[in-house]
Nanobody, 125 residues
Framework: QVQLVESGGGLVQAGDSLRLSCAAS????????MGWFRQAPGKEREFVAT????????GYADSVKGRFTISRDNAKNTVYLQMNSLKPEDTAVYYC??????????????????WGKGTLVTVSS
């Protein structure tokens, strides 16, 4: 059974940093693109960042480029999202995702094979 389990969310102030983790289990993800999406109240789920498990190639949404960094630890089967210089508009539930197929620097929710349950990030002004 495939599981993606997020952790690391919380309440922070604008300008602070957080690191989200996504522990993946249940299958081999070497051919997958892993990613993070987020969904703010009343808004659609949007792409944040992606990384190909094998190659390490990455892609980011323009809104987080230069502030967020996605990485993975193959030995721990874990994907991370380091979020710096957080803004109130970054407040959302953050979801880990996995997609098999040709890697792209963006991800569509329609292409996702597996989702985590999400972790809440709240940034106060």
């Amino acid at each position: 059974q495939v599981q993606l389990v997020e952790s690391g969310g919380g309440l922070v102030q604008a300008g602070d940093s957080l690191r989200l983790s996504c522990a993946a289990s249940g299958r081999t993800f070497s051919s997958y693109a892993m990613g993070w999406f987020r969904q703010a109240p009343g808004k659609e789920r949007e792409f944040v960042a992606t990384i190909h498990w094998n190659s390490g190639s990455t892609g980011y949404a323009d809104s987080v480029k230069g502030r967020f960094t996605i990485s993975r630890d193959n030995a721990k089967n874990t994907v991370y999202l380091q979020m710096n210089s957080l803004k109130p508009e970054d407040t959302a539930v953050y979801y880990c995702a996995a997609s098999i197929g040709i890697f792209s620097t963006t991800m569509s929710p329609l292409s996702i094979n597996y989702w985590g349950k999400g972790t809440l990030v709240t940034v106060s002004s």
